[in-house]
């Protein structure tokens, strides 16, 4: 029988939808009233919650109460106030200010279910957990769990401008800020903060780390206080990204070297100021001396100087830094083969170990690059003993798809945070590390740059939003599953049904292997348009210039050498034992092998085949992969409500048309720049495609794409101005049957041209090519299929495509494949 689908869904309550579940699966009757002892906004959030989850899954009438208990109850309480009962309760493990305790026991004679947590943060975090646990009907009875996080810093990172757009950010608009100001409407500010508490965030950095300076001006930190009152009752801090140029940008001073009395006692007023607004303001996020930013080295002053002078400031209040270790130099000589961007970090940040006053943290990027698909571990986070760390992860998916394509992370950063960096001694992995426990550090923990926006989808993609989630459950306890929490992610998305749970639990645990298959194998890096917008492939746009995202393909082989005996000595900078893991090709593993070593295209892997056999395959088993994600997805017709299940199909359509794009682009570059071909004869060989090019053309014109990799054979045709409309046609010459047609062009997001597909004179479809994908050319990035599924053909059927141009876009179109059967 089939699970009767929730009603249309938008996905804004992402997995918090408090669907009717029913107490079947509980294993218990749970009281409906709940009783909170003592008194805090966030106790009251929390009493709110648990009614309002309770409501919404087991229904029948919630009442409440504060400091009196007359029945049987769900009782919410600190530990302090616990103590001052007539009660001898005493959890199995230490709750610490954030960590909660469920248990049952006996109060003034009634059952009572109690939420205790270590503070008011510590109840809360309790009743998303039991909420957690109702939703995906687990059993609760006779509750006996203790759960502390695993680090005291669990930030979420917004890179938002003042203007209202988000820096990498594929969920719309801001939620923070519009026209240079704070949003008057804050509501959803409040929803998100909502969301990170239900998942153990505990702060917030709401601006660009590319900071706006405007942000410390006097006339502004009111409305920053705005924030701090929509995140408060959440337990969320407000923090904030500093230029560290403002003591001289809105500060009037002549200066901003850290080391100048001026500039500190600037940053003590400020900092002052921002308190006597937010008294609980969290702190500041530094981004400095990177990408052109302003910073130190302005005054030949370190990192160190900088983290201090802002900690030294913030910390009466008791606030903390965050400086990021992402500091490196953009104009790398790319002919000099000992240059490496990925040796920056370490390079700067490990000779200031112990430099650091013990309110800064260094936030360092998992990867030594730039969040791509696949790096090894970033050597820092084993390479400092004494000072606070967090890893950097990144949840808005910047170079793995960008909302676009599915591509679940857990899977990747539990990789990073399970990684022993063998820091000294043997286990030590990154989740240790971050979280203090390895070199004693008070404070660390873990960010994640998110950047919501104001889609109702809060990132894109229903799907996309596992990955916030994840982070919260990861950095709450590193030690969970990946699977553990896809599972939860999908129950608690679209409930319990015996097939919906497991099947997108599935495909998102399948998905990253998928993106990195069909994007950048081997850790070779995500082989796409560094330059513009990190999205569709460019697989030169990272050669030959100072950026240092390099892999050095070029006609021989394919790979950088960081080896310490003839490469660029960046494996020098990890302990030994993870040193003898990469240096040789022996031990290195193959998915990291590109990253460590520059190899011909004939050696064989150990996977047993050569590297650019291993390209042409895994391009195109992720391309099949893709779209058997969309098959997959099909399966669940009728067991997820309409919305969302088209919104979802919708997007995964899109992502294996461009899976195809990828596919193509790699294997066909690659075909020309090694002279090998494919020994399944599949790369640059389309024997059911049909070049726009080589039809019959009437207005439309062929042009040379670029990169020429991106459109099929490298040429496409557009219809010029100022015609109106143009015409591509050939004859069908195969035989008479059912055919599926993809019509291969692109979308630009400077025109809406439409298109109009006849068979014999018949319109068979048509559509306008209105998405919003990043650029203003025909390239890897517009690219992008129609598929026409059950087309009827016979042979010398004239089949026409019509394309109507707007604005800069001229129906631009690449191809067109005719499929045997409807695949
Ligand atoms: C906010 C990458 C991104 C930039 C980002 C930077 C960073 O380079 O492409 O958009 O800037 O990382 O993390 O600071």
Redesign the pocket.
Known sequence: MLAAPSSAETGAAAWLRYAPVGETGSGRTLPRHVVLLGDSLVLRTAQQELVRGLDGMLGGAMSTATNQIKKNSIVLVTRPDLDKLPLSLHPAAALGPEGFWLTDAKLHGHDCLLIIGGTDRGVLYGVFALLRKIAEGANVKNLNEVQAPAAPFRWVNQ?DNLNGTI??GYGGKSIFFEDGAVRADLTRAADYARLLASVGINGCSVN???ADPRMLQSDFLPQLARFADAFRPWGVKLSISVDFSSPKAVGGLSTFDPLDPKVAEWWRRKVDEIYRLIPDFGGFVV?AD??GRSGPSSYGRSPADAANVLARALKPHGGVVFYRA?VYNHHLDWRNPKNDRAKAAYDIFHPLDGKFDDNVIVQIKYGPI?FQVREPVSPLLGGLEKTNEAVELQITQ?YTGQQRHLCFLAPMWKEVLDFDLHAGRDGTPVKDLVAGKTFHRPIGGFVGVANVGSDPTWLGSILAMANIYAFGRVAWDPNLSAGAIAQEWTRLTFGNDRVVAPTIAAMQLASWHIYESYTGPLGAGTLTNILGS?YGPGIESSERNGWGQWHRADHEGIGMDRTIATGTGFIGQYWPAVQRLYETLAQCPDELLLFFHHVPYDYVLHAGKTVIQYIYDSHYDGAEEAQKLVEDWKSLKGRVDEERYATVLAQLEYQAGHAIVWRDAICQWFLRMSGIADVKGRAGHYPNRVEAESMELSGYVSFNVTPWETASAGKAIECPAPAKSCTASFHFDRPAGRYALDVEYFDQNNGESKFRVYIADRLIDEWIANDHLPTTKPDGDSSTRRRIQGVELRPGDEIRIEGIPDRDERAPVDYVEIFPAVR
């Open positions: 890179w820096e990498r660009n780390v590319n981004k990177s990408e992402f730039d910047e990190h």
